[in-house]
């Protein structure tokens, strides 16, 4: 017999379907009636640059088959890390090594920091939309509270207020808020939040005594538009008690490494959480050949320098090829996109467009996901996201031209055969809805 929680984990016909994706990806020759995979979070724009640079570079002699320095990542790293973000994140107070915990990823240092600040049931401020893999309940059985903002700029001053409403709603109905997930630059809209936003939020933390835990996964993947703001950059005096304060970087998305698996927790004044963490960095230990390739990768600085500056330019060149397509065949999305790797689009709007006599249907977006499905397309879907309007969807840009052509083509396909179009499609598990604010999705989204 399995426990609880495992029986709620086994998966039934609602069950994933991106490792089905994963598994039988396109490719012009080897593979042409394969699925175009653009949901996943991937950047494969740097590909050649970095698989070149480790082929000729990093050296692996030594320690790489031991523990090394123990499971919250070596000194060497730690080290790395400190002086890199340092650098790049133009932090107000130089990091140290000891501040620093290294994890097996971003997802993994946001599943400790809900194990080590709340109980089971509390629960974290999350807002509308929202990166889709967040699940802090399956282990530390921890919740998300998302927060709607209507009309409003989620990453805008006056969306401040929507979150202060959400404490207290929350605390009426005896759900106790231990802190408040900020994504920036955000996940899926591909923007940052302003300085002066993080600071009323910081404000708004300090007010009601809860923690700020900021993933800046894209933060070096800022290609456009205003610069982006590290918390880590502010001064906080007079603002919040820092030790409420954490930031979560990775190399997966700035280096297009999702496979590497190095993720970290920067937690400056918080000594007894980092020690918490400690007793449980076994279970997100970074093998020891990664530890050493970042290593040597984030202490050549000639190489990261060229490295992102050339990633920018790419990820700037892949945007303005998507939306020119989008705005050619009349697919409305999001403006403002400045950083990240994807396109917030309303595939929704744009299927009733196309199919006038299905304007009055309740649920376009199943339609739209049955008619991608027969195109053998893969997008996250806005549900995955808590989006407020369920028409939305995410398109990742980061590809080589070839395959992103042929996704693009794919969902313009998709939209115009519509209905008629679906009777072919491939069989796939029929995808749930979101059952509201305390629901965690049956389907990830990366």
Known sequence: MLSRRA????PSTDSNVIWD???????????????????????????????????KNIDLRGCVLTYEDGPVGSQRLRTALARFIDRRMRTHRSLDASQIIVTNGVSSGLEHMAWALA?????????????GEINLALRPHVRTWPVAFGQLDPLGLPAVACYERAILAAREQGTTIRGLLLCSP?????????????????????????????????????????????????????????????????????????GWRVGCIVSQSNQPLRAALGTVALYSYV????????????????????????NLRRLS??????????RQHAIPFAGGTQAALF????????????????????NTAKEVQQALWAQKVYLAWGGNFGS??????????AHPRSYMEEGLRRIARALESGAEGQSQRSKRPRLKEPNGAKDYWKEKVM
């Open 7 to 10: 029986q709620d984990q086994v």
């Open 21 to 55: 994706v994963l598994q039988g990806q396109w490719h012009e020759q080897d593979n042409p009636h394969g699925y175009v995979n653009v949901g996943v979070a991937e950047n494969r724009l740097m590909q050649a640059e970095l698989e070149n640079y480790l082929t």
């Open 119 to 131: 109980d089971p049931g509390d629960s974290f401020l999350l807002g509308r939309p929202y990166y």
């Open 186 to 258: 955000h996940n899926p809209l591909g923007r940052c939040y302003p300085r002066e936003v993080i600071q009323a939020l910081l404000s708004l933390c300090n007010k009601y005594q809860i923690h700020l835990i900021s993933d800046e996964a894209y933060a070096l993947s800022v290609w456009h538009g205003p610069p982006f703001t590290s918390v880590l950059s502010l001064d906080l005096s007079g603002i919040i008690d820092p030790s409420l304060v954490h930031v979560l970087w990775g190399i997966s998305k700035d280096f297009g490494a999702n």
């Open 287 to 310: 093998s020891s050949i990664t530890d050493r390739i970042v290593s040597q990768m984030l202490e050549d600085d000639s190489f990261t320098t060229s490295y992102l500056a050339k």
């Open 317 to 326: 060149n892949a945007y303005t090829f998507a939306t020119d397509f989008l």
């Open 343 to 362: 396109i917030w689009v309303d595939l929704g709007q744009a299927y009733r467009n196309r199919h006038p006599e299905r304007a009055a249907l309740r």
């Open 388 to 397: 407020e309007s369920p028409d939305m969807f995410r398109i990742v840009f």
